[in-house]
Structures are given as structure tokens and as C-alpha cells.
């Protein structure tokens, strides 16, 4: 029961993300580099790799390539919201957005990893 319910947790997590780098957003004036947006993005895909991590490793022995298949998903997941907006009127592809978004996945993996060393 405790596997299933991360399970749904990271699916709303997925949609959630995929709904809010997709909807079109209202045209305003570029204002330059908004660091605001930046930890949006690290925030959204550092959590996606967390419960991607947490929603599987309950009953895996190898814990260190799970840590790197939720990296790789949540690295590739940001890459694909960055290529979606790409073609969505009023959104715009930011490469630091990517980087951000990587970030995110990297500090969130090395929680996880000092995580699973101290146990």
C-alpha cells in the first residue's frame, strides 16, 4: 500500500509539472533573467526526481542505480518540458531554465545520496 501510494504521489507530481510548463501564460514584457522562475524550475524537477527515487525503492537492493535512473528521468523530464514550450505559443525555451531545472535534480540527488549513506 505504502509503494502505490508514492506511486500516485509522483504520477500527480508528473502531471502537475507537465500542466504547469504547458499552459500558455499571458504576453509580458521581458523583463531579463527572472531568478524567480529559475527555482521554480529547480524546485519542480528536484522534487520529481525525490519521489521518483522514493515511489521505487522500497524492496530495491541497489540503491545506487535507482539514484541514477532518477537522476537520468529527471534530468531528461526537464529537458522535455524546455522542448514542449518551445512549441507552445507564449512560452519561451530557456536553456537556463534547463540548468536550472538540472540543478534541481542534482542538489535533490545529493540529499538523497547522503540520505542513503548515512543508513
Not at 529559475?38 to 526526481?49: D, N, P, Q, W
Not at 507552445?88 to 545529493?110: H, K, N, Q, Y
Request: cysteine-free.
Amino acid at each position: 500500500m505504502q509503494k502505490r501510494l508514492r506511486i500516485l504521489i509522483t504520477i500527480f507530481w508528473t502531471i502537475l509539472v507537465f500542466v504547469l510548463l504547458t499552459i500558455p501564460l499571458p504576453q509580458t514584457k521581458d523583463v531579463g533573467v527572472s531568478y524567480a522562475d529559475k527555482i521554480v524550475h529547480a524546485v519542480l524537477f528536484g522534487v520529481f526526481t525525490f519521489l521518483v527515487y522514493y515511489s521505487l525503492v522500497l524492496g530495491v537492493k541497489n540503491r545506487k542505480k535507482l539514484l541514477f535512473f532518477s537522476v537520468f528521468l529527471g534530468i531528461f523530464y526537464s529537458f522535455l518540458g524546455e522542448v514542449l514550450q518551445f512549441f507552445i505559443p507564449s512560452r519561451t525555451s530557456s536553456e537556463l531554465d534547463l540548468l536550472a531545472g538540472i540543478l534541481g535534480v542534482l542538489i535533490s540527488a545529493l540529499i538523497i545520496y547522503a540520505k542513503y549513506k548515512k543508513s
